[in-house]
């Protein structure tokens, strides 16, 4: 008899539920009478077993990254193993594991590989090294809030502006769609012998603790309390926490604060991973605006999401264009060379100017730092220590827990004046480090507390 497998490969998208792709893969595996195998590659841009260093010499993925993501996956071993599925974690790119598809064309009749389509460069020369060895892979988008089949135009003609785009959408009311339960229940073909054997021969050594990390009881995000921990779990439980209080009522108010767990939302570390997706808000807060009502601050919270959206379909529009140098300027911007001694100043936080300092010591720190000390820190980086943005974006994803390309890649092209700003580089989005100080910090309190007053 005829044995197929279906490879379901985990990326950006860690979680069970509201998972369209995984739910492809369900279906085909039913449809097909095929075991599935689901698999997560530790690689040395995104896993905990080893990372690797920038050309400027750090790690791509801090200890925090790290930490956070074996939560995450942890969370996903519990989840899968309820539908007697195994996580199969690999370590390597997967289009590397040549021992593996051997065993696997020794032992299956047909391979088939679905996954989460991400419009990343990177990510998409991984696909793309999948295919070249001869693969079916299919990848479903399913990372937005909004689905772009839904719009009247094509992405290529999507409005390059920000505002032009909301308008647009919003005028025609695109909704957004239910989140959907996950299929796996429906699996009838338990996977067989051959797959445990596979499991047991390829899966990665797992690293049982994690890092010895100072755990630095200031931060906004404290991702090793259970509440702000990786994984679906502890995401699902601090959405609902989230939509129990009237904090969306207060949101655009605060959502420019600089310190403390619930001036603005904190879904962004679980969104990044996966285990938490944009359709899922949406749904929570349609939920809690039926009750409680809708305000302008509920709605901003749907419209900051639309950026993180605007960021990922720039990427379908653009793509590589986004990875160049000059971005999307039409002439070739001349960056600037990177300058250690600078570079030091500004990721140990010893610039001098003590709300720079304070967010970069908090960002090194815990991982986390709200967005208006990320644009300061930013416009600091590109206009006062004249540093390349690729260096500072590229610190960002080290650095970040919620480090997700398409909106770290996008925030800092904006400012930068290398996206699809009119004004050019380094034309606009200057933050002036004292007026900031005045207007978000008047009392040094931010200041004080990272001991930089
Ligand atoms: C230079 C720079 C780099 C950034 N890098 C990242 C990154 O790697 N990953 C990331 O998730 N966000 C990034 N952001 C956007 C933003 O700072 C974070 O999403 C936000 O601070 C996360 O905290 P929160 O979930 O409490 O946000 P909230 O204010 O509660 O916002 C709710 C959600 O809306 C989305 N969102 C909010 N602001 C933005 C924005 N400017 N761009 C895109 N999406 C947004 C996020 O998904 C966020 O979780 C960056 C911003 C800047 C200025």
Same mark, same amino acid.
């Given at each position: 008899?005829?044995?197929?497998?279906?490879?379901?490969?985990?990326?950006?998208?860690?979680?069970?539920?509201?998972?369209?792709?995984?739910?492809?893969?369900?279906?085909?595996?039913?449809?097909?009478?095929?075991?599935?195998?689901?698999?997560?590659?530790? +690689? +040395?841009?995104?896993?905990?077993?080893?990372?690797?260093?920038?050309?400027? #010499?750090?790690?791509?993925?801090?200890?925090?990254?790290?930490?956070?993501?074996?939560?995450?996956?942890?969370?996903?071993?519990?989840?899968?193993?309820?539908?007697?599925?195994?996580?199969?974690?690999?370590?390597?790119?997967?289009?590397?594991?040549?021992?593996?598809?051997?065993?696997?064309?020794?032992?299956?009749?047909?391979?088939?590989?679905?996954?989460?389509?991400?419009?990343?460069?990177?990510?998409?020369?991984?696909?793309?090294?999948?295919?070249?060895?001869?693969?079916?892979?299919?990848?479903?988008? /399913?990372?937005?809030?909004?689905?772009?089949?839904?719009? =009247?135009?094509?992405?290529? =003609?999507?409005?390059?502006?920000?505002?032009?785009?909301?308008?647009?959408?919003?005028?025609?009311?695109?909704?957004?769609?239910?989140?959907?339960?996950?299929?796996?229940?429906?699996?009838?073909?338990?996977?067989?012998? +051959?797959?445990?054997?596979?499991?047991?021969?390829?899966?990665?050594?797992?690293?049982?603790?994690?890092?010895?990390?100072?755990?630095?009881?200031?931060?906004?995000?404290?991702?090793? =309390?259970?509440?702000?921990?990786?994984?679906?779990?502890?995401?699902?439980?601090?959405?609902?926490?989230?939509?129990?209080?009237?904090?969306?009522?207060?949101?655009?108010?605060?959502?420019?604060?600089?310190?403390?767990?619930?001036?603005? +939302?904190?879904?962004?570390?679980?969104?990044?991973?996966?285990?938490?997706?944009?359709?899922?808000?949406?749904?929570?807060?349609?939920?809690?605006?039926?009750?409680?009502?809708?305000?302008?601050?509920?709605?901003?919270? $749907?419209?900051?999401?639309?950026?993180?959206?605007?960021?990922?379909?720039?990427?379908?529009?653009?793509?590589?264009?986004?990875?160049?140098?000059?971005?999307?300027?039409?002439?070739?911007? =001349?960056?600037?060379?990177?300058?250690?001694?600078?570079?030091?100043?500004?990721?140990?936080?010893?610039?001098?100017?003590?709300?720079?300092?304070?967010?970069?010591?908090?960002?090194?720190?815990?991982?986390?730092?709200?967005?208006?000390?990320?644009?300061?820190?930013?416009?600091?980086?590109?206009?006062?220590?004249?540093?390349? $943005?690729?260096?500072?974006?590229?610190?960002?994803?080290?650095?970040?827990?919620?480090?997700?390309?398409?909106?770290?890649?996008?925030?800092?092209?904006?400012?930068?004046?290398? #996206?699809?700003?009119?004004?050019?580089?380094?034309?606009?989005?200057?933050?002036?480090? /004292?007026?900031?100080?005045?207007?978000?910090?008047?009392?040094?309190?931010?200041?004080?507390?990272?001991?930089?007053?």
């Amino acid at each position: 008899m005829m044995k197929t497998l279906i490879i379901y490969w985990f990326r950006h998208d860690l979680r069970v539920s509201d998972n369209l792709a995984l739910n492809h893969a369900c279906d085909l595996a039913c449809e097909l009478d095929a075991e599935l195998l689901p698999v997560f590659c530790h +690689t +040395t841009a995104y896993g905990c077993l080893r990372t690797t260093q920038t050309i400027w #010499g750090f790690a791509r993925m801090s200890s925090h990254r790290q930490a956070f993501l074996l939560d995450t996956l942890v969370d996903l071993r519990q989840q899968l193993s309820s539908y007697q599925l195994e996580l199969l974690e690999l370590d390597g790119e997967l289009c590397e594991q040549t021992d593996f598809f051997a065993y696997v064309a020794k032992h299956y009749d047909d391979v088939r590989f679905v996954c989460e389509d991400i419009a990343a460069p990177e990510e998409i020369a991984q696909r793309k090294g999948l295919q070249d060895l001869g693969f079916s892979v299919q990848a479903i988008w /399913q990372s937005t809030m909004l689905n772009p089949d839904d719009f =009247e135009f094509e992405l290529i =003609e999507m409005p390059d502006q920000f505002t032009a785009f909301r308008h647009k959408v919003e005028a025609a009311r695109y909704t957004v769609r239910a989140p959907v339960p996950t299929q796996l229940a429906r699996l009838q073909t338990l996977p067989s012998s +051959t797959m445990q054997q596979l499991i047991l021969h390829f899966g990665a050594k797992r690293i049982g603790e994690k890092h010895a990390l100072t755990h630095d009881q200031r931060s906004s995000f404290p991702y090793w =309390e259970s509440a702000f921990q990786g994984g679906s779990r502890s995401a699902m439980q601090h959405l609902a926490n989230y939509f129990s209080t009237d904090l969306a009522h207060s949101y655009k108010q605060t959502r420019n604060q600089l310190s403390g767990v619930d001036f603005s +939302t904190k879904f962004s570390p679980w969104l990044a991973s996966g285990a938490l997706s944009a359709p899922q808000i949406i749904h929570a807060l349609q939920n809690f605006e039926q009750t409680h009502g809708k305000s302008d601050s509920s709605y901003w919270i $749907w419209f900051e999401l639309l950026w993180r959206d605007y960021f990922r379909f720039l990427h379908r529009k653009y793509g590589a264009q986004l990875y160049r140098p000059s971005g999307l300027c039409k002439t070739p911007i =001349e960056l600037p060379a990177f300058d250690p001694a600078r570079f030091h100043q500004w990721t140990h936080a010893a610039t001098g100017d003590a709300l720079i300092d304070a967010a970069m010591c908090e960002l090194r720190m815990t991982g986390y730092v709200s967005n208006r000390q990320r644009q300061q820190v930013a416009s600091y980086w590109l206009h006062e220590l004249a540093g390349d $943005w690729r260096v500072g974006a590229a610190w960002f994803e080290s650095q970040l827990l919620d480090c997700d390309v398409y909106s770290n890649q996008g925030n800092w092209l904006y400012l930068a004046g290398l #996206g699809t700003d009119p004004r050019g580089y380094l034309g606009g989005r200057w933050f002036d480090p /004292q007026k900031q100080a005045k207007q978000h910090d008047a009392d040094g309190r931010y200041r004080r507390l990272w001991n930089m007053l």
